[in-house]
């Protein structure tokens, strides 16, 4: 029961985050599966390994994701990666980084900036990473776009 809810629940955050940017009322099923699948993998893998290393693959998988929805509904990737990738943010603990330093306890705000860092850090990389694999995929393809 407490994976369904979570399924649901990150489906509806990605696809109402995806309003605010105004995405194509087209897109929000797509963008709220994406973010549901990156969520879903995000939450499998986090008891396996090191969250950084979950977030890195679940956001892989977003973009990748992300990538095979733009060709096959002729948008553009960004629509469904923002939205995708909504679920994996930490701003929770970048909150929490925040609130320590106000509350003077620096050492227990520099473990959590850190950590925010290093979560942001896998988004970047694995969106970068999902974008070098699909050009190589479609190089290998002989498609140049």
């Not at 892989?60 to 679920?87: H, L, N, T, W």
């Not at 925010?116 to 990389?125: K, R």
Request: hydrophobic letters at 55%.
């Amino acid at each position: 029961m407490f994976m369904i809810l979570q399924l649901i629940t990150s489906f509806i955050a990605a696809a109402t985050f995806c309003i605010l940017f105004n995405a194509p009322v087209r897109a929000l099923v797509q963008c709220g599966f994406a973010g549901m699948v990156g969520w879903m993998l995000y939450l499998q893998l986090d008891e396996k390994w090191d969250t950084v290393v979950a977030t890195f693959v679940a956001t892989v998988a977003v973009g990748v994701i992300s990538q095979f929805f733009a060709r096959s509904f002729k948008m553009p990737v960004i629509i469904f990666s923002v939205g995708g990738i909504i679920p994996l943010v930490p701003g929770g603990l970048a909150y929490d980084a925040m609130r320590k330093f106000v509350e003077n306890d620096n050492n227990l705000a520099i473990q959590f900036a850190v950590q925010a860092l290093l979560l942001s850090g896998a988004i970047a990389t694995g969106l970068v990473l999902s974008e070098v694999l699909g050009q190589m995929f479609r190089r290998k393809n002989g498609r140049s776009t």
